[in-house]
């Protein structure tokens, strides 16, 4: 014999968009054991004050109080301060326009005319800096013939010791662009400073969010308000929740074209320099739409598991792999040591296009450039 | 307007010991969104066929399910395999015998003629290892005058290492016996074999299980079945609850003596050998009954960080100090690194003994001698 | 212009298996700032005492002393206790059977028929626990027909609750034997007491070595008298040095039949119940002959991303995949949660089996049926 | 006997400031077994093309070259990218300007009065945003009396949600002022935006750089321009060494004026919110001149625990503890449940106050205040 109890739900105006997420239990709490009858009063009044409604549950021994609401409204952790309450247990994700809920289908994104997501893979390559005008051309030839799409270089670096080489700045972003243009491949470089999105969005075709910035929201919400797609890294520390709600940062700013990106967690194994969470990109497409790509070279951190890595990441779903190449990786002005010679490249993209073969994915073309 | 509904319970006959906390809502079910009626009875049955009561409350998007009975017969997550079912909220601890419900008021261990808890510290002290019986004595003397109330030594020790030094033995045992009773202090020693636990038993005051053997739960079945007060170090990546379940193991086999011991979880910082979780203290404290002590030898691996670490866990509230003490640290047989000379000891005891006194706690006088 | 200094060896005799690894720079002492000169000499002779050879670098502001000899004698840590000294580095690694070094090729285990290693694949499938005979009959007759080639089921049960199901225990093993034996698939099962090694190699072809009992340097001792092949789980928080010391372990004892499976390490997003360091695969690689397989239901405690990671071990460069396989997961006596439906397995092996192809790899026959 | 070799020195022109530490070995390498003497040269030649000297060691088995130079010149781990060189050994810490070596007392930060380190505690205290004036006002008479010495409220916060509470912006800046002055309690507010850093400095006496922002490198740099005090929290992954480097980017900017804060790092454990290292407080002492704090608000986000840490703080030699205080917490704009009540805030002060004494340091005074 069971006990059954409705819940009849309230005129709470919302926004067309989202009534069809948000109309709904939204957090439960659970008392403490021992509650007085003032203190379940109070919260039940608490919860009612922040325009939400209460429904309560009452058992022998503990009592539970449903919220009904637009989520959207509440920061769940904040109910915790409630005296008699013990605990908080949110339903819904934080995250919306990021959901699965609110765009079913993955999304696609259009880099200049190169697709990722949707069986459309992503192949980023290039070195860890922008460097000078001859060896950027001599390694863009060298990842194009092997197959990658997009171009990456770094012009301002985010380093963690402030006698390093910083990056050559505008200038790396004129190198960037014209041996992108040259080489017809859109290109991608990070940018550090609220003040430089702009900038940086006038050279290049797609802007890159480090791990180190993640949360930086100031950030985010400047690069939000460009139409540029971003690609997001996940912070070394974030969990897959926090990574979808930096990329909600962005999109609710506007711009809908975010592909995130797994590059390693913090780890206690010094064997690589982070840990490589492959199944955060099957679990990501249980919860958004966005695409997700690997960075296999930050990662590990070690050239001679880059490989086996981007495999990994690929066979794992990823819609796309983005990878450091150098000519020359001892006079590499950063991070020489986590990046492939371009031979290496060539070798491991010829098995990544096997493979995206078997999975019924493919490479995207160049814009331009017949499939 | 609040919508009610109360829990009717059933007569579920229950041990009369557990009853004030079991009868009562142990896990709510969160069921996915879009669950068919179908799904939703046949959860209603599974937990019905299990031997528990279903409350259900059904939201226009989300149903929820309370259930209600002996949380000790039911392993919660297996319920998340039922079809239809989301996620999978207990609201019981999976320990009962360490929780602070079936003890409310703070356990008392005896170590031979030691207390432990509840006001009185424990100082444990001694050598890695049992090393010759000279060494063993000196050393004993010089704790035992700077205030230490334990002895400690390993006969059998867990080494990452089949090719370093893995202790003495019996041989061990007897001299670790002999000279504890020559300074009249209780000794404690590491278990690592179901084998030889009686051994121990017959040898030392204080049987201790490594943080490597934490949920080694043949060797905790063992310890459980003897009298003898245990000291369970906690595991490098054991969660709190991980903790007292396996201190829920010996308690359930009739050993009530049991002494938990923070000493460091897994970091990913190299700076210190492990990361010493000090909150853990307070922590376990809102959660149980059982002491609680620090070991900031092994949660360091660094003398010169000991002595903070030790006022540190004093100063959060715990029930004693274990602290590795040798007097030529370079020639120890085992983790000499992380080892006091007794000189230091003396020091930090010196310091420890004016927190205690702030504290409104104080050292357990060794057995037979005036407080 | 260069400074050489030539370090001359001496005449250390070594076992004749050793030499070629041995006789060389084991670890380099870096001493502290303002070291003064007796306690170099102090620490000189301590290396000698030690029976070592030392060699002295001495630059205007730091002092450096690399030692040479058998590294096997020698617990690097136990230097840094040596006044004087301020950071130890160990050239070599701590383990030897199981280093690349002492067997460049990589090691082929054979399970009673079933190679595992050296492109021979393993396929581990089977329930968490052995339930009763029907249900293994049936779940073994579908997983070799979905093309597993060894059988799993635990009889006894390491559980965190000691309210738990602990397993049917040697009813369980018997249970194992005659279903393996029906479906001509050796078996795999786990053992967690040193007492009972010996009886559960009487029933199984293979000893599983759980996760929680890595560092049981007991029991695994007791697997290393034995000359059943052992499936050796990394440790929750085992860096890969740690996993592979416990590997040296078993093969020190005697027994050379070691394959490692990497299932998941602590992390701290709770959207997986571990983390999946699908990087150890090809890390150990670099380091060991031994094979190593992956576990990707325990790594993700998700059914919903055991394929994708299943998928990521195989491209990464793993012998094989253990995957736990029930027919009713909801009725599971343990870990349902986790367990793939056959139909599922089924169709995740179609894929393997591909990607097993393109890689150049192939899952071995059963014993006794042409490939 | 033994082997010398005295490093030669080259006359490489100095700062004078750095020449007496930097004058030193700085980083050794390890070479790959078997690496062929082209590849030695190779590296000789490298080495001396970047401008560092070079000292080679040969071993039977290994070859090791030290190099000596000025390190701040130098990324280390670029040399691992050359040709046969196995494994880096940084000798020297990677920061100067904020290790001991560069200042070997203890510094003591000003700010605006209120001194921080070398036996001066400072009590920061105060609610997470800063909310209406009567409010502010009515916990800043409360935190006074209670003991603070510097009055807390944040006017731009990071939020995790684009839809939480982002702060009163200047507004929020002008109330901090102005409730400060009238309680005479210099302020300490963060700053997340490098636009706004010189607006924050003119309204505040202490700009707090949050965990997320430790790695913002653009912002470090602005705050470093200024001279303002800056309170600069670890991130949730960075290591000691990743915060002082932190550090190092504000010092070398020239402001000096630098107080770390131990907050919290990642951990596996829901059970608190972060995992508390107190190691690092004595960690730090031995590296860097700089003072530390502990937030145990953040570190632990129970209100349960704060009182046990912020006491554990202390005792390891913290020069000062953050805690948040709310008269409302289920109020509060933001973390009203890791609020302490002001009641509980004064009798934790009255306990901090008696250990300080204990340990013979002294909470600060305010300006104008005779202490």
Known sequence: MLHEATMRLGQIPLPAFFSSILLALTVILILKSGVSEDQVTHVLERVEALGFQAHLSRGTY??????IGDESQLTPESLSAIPGVSKVIPVLPPYKL???EAHPEPSVIDVSGVKVGGGHLAMIAGPCSVEDPERMDRIAGLVRAAGANLFRGGA????TSPYAFQGLGEEGLRILRDVGRKHQMPTVTEVTDPRNVELVAEYCDMLQVGARNMQNFVLLTEVGRTQRPVLLKRGMSATITDLLMSAEYVLSQGNPNVVLCERGVKGFDSATR???DVAAVPAVKTLSHLPI???PSHATGRPDLIPACAMAGLAAGADGVHIEVHDCPEEAKSDGPQALLPGQYAELMHQLRDLAHLLGKSISPLPGVAA
Not at 62 to 67: F, K, L
Not at 156 to 159: A, G, L, V
Request: proline content about 5%.
């Open 274 to 276: 982070n840990l490589f």
């Open 62 to 67: 503990r009592t539970i109080v449903g919220i």
């Open 293 to 295: 790509i690997v960075d």
């Open 156 to 159: 301002f670096k985010p380093r």
């Open 98 to 100: 990021a959901s699965l």
